[in-house]
């Protein structure tokens, strides 16, 4: 069974532009949520979609924004990209919501010049 | 708010070898669950290990075990028998009972296995 896919791998953008990232869910999972890892650190939570609805916003600014559709997959969206948003972005589902394991695509790689 | 410690940035150890990584947490919930995950250099994040709050009993994953100490609000990871393949980034990470799917991470430790 495939894992976790995300899409594009590396990703080029300038100040100011805005940016899709793509993560399809390994089949049958209804959570997918999303993750920003700064270089050096630790992932920090941004977004967790179960069912096609929200059910968790981390502290991340209104510029960033995300969606889930009927077949599961899940869209990142940062808009106004800043220098400081440059880093791999990880996706991760799971069956449900709420304990189960969670499994992480390979992540794309951002960098904002 | 939830925070997760890792005091190690990192650290070394020869193969065959055994070595423990410390985590350490701050919450105020009771019920909650607890990771360890591995990020090998090609990045792709995996789970290593899993402990529920409200279990006493230790975890065990072949030869990855935790020492759970609630208490003290600590979540070392032991790996025995180090292989090279065992070299990445290590990290632990928080999760509170039915409140989604929000990993809380600490800021990792990389494990150097040598031969």
């Known amino acids: 069974d495939a894992g976790v896919t995300q899409s594009p791998t590396h990703l080029i953008k300038t100040r100011g532009q805005h940016v899709t990232l793509r993560c399809s869910p390994i089949?049958?999972?209804?959570?997918v949520s999303w993750y920003q890892q700064v270089l050096g650190q630790g992932p920090q939570f941004i977004f967790q979609y179960y069912e096609k609805e929200e059910r968790g916003r981390g502290n991340f600014p209104d510029r960033f924004s995300a969606r889930q559709f009927p077949n599961y997959s899940s869209e990142l969206n940062v808009n106004a990209l800043l220098l400081g948003d440059s880093a791999l972005y990880l996706c991760?589902?799971?069956?449900?919501?709420?304990?189960?394991?969670?499994?992480f695509g390979p992540g794309t790689r951002l960098t904002v010049t | 708010a939830q925070t997760v410690t890792q005091s190690q940035p990192e650290m070394s150890v020869q193969e065959a070898e055994t070595v423990t990584l410390s985590c350490t947490y701050d919450t105020s919930e009771n019920n909650y669950y607890l990771f360890w995950y591995k990020q090998p250099p090609s990045r792709q994040m995996i789970l290593v290990i899993r402990q529920e709050a409200y279990k006493q009993q230790n975890a065990t994953e072949n030869r990855f075990s935790v020492n759970f100490q609630k208490a003290a609000k600590s979540f070392s990871l032991k790996i025995s028998d180090s292989q090279l393949g065992d070299t990445a980034m290590y990290f632990c990470?928080?999760?509170?009972?039915?409140?989604?799917?929000?990993?809380?991470f600490g800021g990792g430790t990389r494990l150097m296995v040598k031969p």
């Open positions: 089949s049958g999972h209804k959570s």
């Open positions: 991760a589902s799971s069956l449900w919501t709420g304990g189960n394991e969670q499994y």
């Open positions: 990470a928080f999760m509170k009972l039915n409140a989604g799917n929000m990993l809380t």
